[in-house]
């Protein structure tokens, strides 16, 4: 019985990391185009960069989690 519950908890974790790669590409993006329209940027040059940041971010995120899935694996 532990050990399916180990895997259910992978699992879990693994459905988790696309909803939390979303929220964080989603969250820089609304900053970057706030900051575009404070700064009245025709160019949406804030915008595009901090989306960078954040898919930068979360892929940076999506390694360290499965790293430390494979790390507790063994």
Known sequence: MPE?????NKWLALI????????VIFVFSYFGKWLDEQYGNADNTYTKIVTLIGVFLALYNVIRQVNQLNKNDK
């Open 16 to 23: 988790n990391i696309p909803i939390q790669m979303g929220i």
């Open 4 to 8: 399916n519950k180990n895997q259910f």
